[in-house]
């Protein structure tokens, strides 16, 4: 029997500033994942979260590919496949496939229906200006929540502070 | 686990405060815990209760906020809206549920 009613903290009267910085420079299925639900996650405890997408990560915004990541087993021995199959035609479609079929039974959701859900938890969305004059992409070719293409002192100068993941 | 008198029921919980007996609920306990935990229950956040309470009885596992929004049909905004900054953890809390363990 308790006396006083034990209440969780759900941190509201701490003044926070955590904040938290993923660059994601992979355009894999299996590696666009990781940034994702560490973003979401931080999100969902209250933490002020920026996505920075730069290099191969770029796939993850870009209109036109972001349906399309794919997994490869190719060089990757923790698919514990004989190496020697991993290139054989065919091969990538399928790990995609059963990747994708194995995230949907878990009801993670798809790559662009995951930033849909960190954008309306409040996630910041940056591309990084490099990887966008290197592919000759611009604004009009990433996702409309995407804040800006920012070069990497910017971004580097918005997250001072806060713990960086690279992934 | 302790007890602790809420609304006049003596209920089990955790040392967090979180209830571990779902079916010692009820809307009174819940007016309570809100309460708590600065939050006043509307029409709005009763419907999501409702239904991380029904989901719970089917799945014997608290909703994550995804689920929240594809099965019970509260969008992300609105749970953040309604249970600001840690809506799956207030939630659960409110509805008298363990804390979701899944990680989306």
Known sequence: MTDQPVIPSFGDDEESDRKLAIICSKGNLDMAYPGLILGNAALGEGV??????????????TKSRMHDLKFTPVGNTATHMPMGLTPLPGMTGMATKQMKKAMDDLEIPT??????QIVASGG???ACRLSADMNK??????????EGIISASD??????????LFI | ????????KEVHIDAEGFMTEPSEWDEGIANVLAGNIGIELTEAHWRLLKFLRE???????????????????VPTKEQFALFPKKPAKK????????????CV
């Open chain 1, 48 to 61: 002020e979260t920026h996505l920075f997408f730069t290099f191969w990560g770029f796939d993850i915004i």
């Open chain 1, 124 to 126: 910041h969305l940056w």
């Open chain 2, 91 to 102: 939630m659960a809390y409110i509805a008298g549920l363990p804390k979701p363990k899944g």
């Open chain 1, 155 to 164: 971004f580097i100068e918005m997250t001072a502070g806060a713990q960086l």
């Open chain 1, 111 to 116: 790559v662009p229906d995951f930033l849909d």
């Open chain 1, 137 to 146: 992409l611009t604004d009009a070719d990433l996702r409309d929540d995407v």
């Open chain 2, 1 to 8: 686990m302790p007890t602790t008198t809420i609304n006049g």
């Open chain 2, 55 to 73: 989901d719970f009885a089917q799945q014997g596992e608290t909703a994550t906020t995804r689920r929240v929004q594809t099965v019970g049909g």
